[in-house]
């Protein structure tokens, strides 16, 4: 189309970003414990103890910061182009975005810290 440009871009980003959060969240659930009890000091584990755990934490969450500013751009793009137009497209957009929105609350609440529990 004619109005093709780098705000095209974000979509595939996503799929990236997408990747990298698989990834590593794979890797971070090699040695996470899914316990009340045990779930920080599980992460605090993987900080100190697993080699390069730090940078995987890490990584995966600044990757999930990443994704939301993809998307966040992605959505605003499909705004600014009138693609709200494609009513089908739009409905699985907005489902999309929910699934995302709840997905990245667990992952908030998942490793049981602080802020996990005090909000």
Do not use: K
């Amino acid at each position: 189309p004619s109005n093709m440009s780098a705000w095209w871009n974000f979509g595939s980003l996503l799929g990236a970003c997408l990747t990298i959060q698989i990834i590593t969240g794979l890797f971070l659930a090699m040695h996470y414990t899914a316990d009340t009890t045990t779930a920080f000091s599980s992460v605090a584990h993987i900080c100190r103890d697993v080699n390069y755990g730090w940078t995987i934490r890490y990584l995966h969450a600044n990757g999930a910061s990443m994704f939301f500013l993809c998307l966040f751009i992605h959505v605003g793009r499909g705004l600014y182009y009138g693609s709200f137009t494609l009513l089908e497209t739009w409905n699985v957009g907005i489902i999309l975005l929910f699934s995302v929105m709840a997905t990245a609350f667990m992952g908030y609440v998942l490793p049981w810290g602080q802020m996990s529990f005090w909000g």
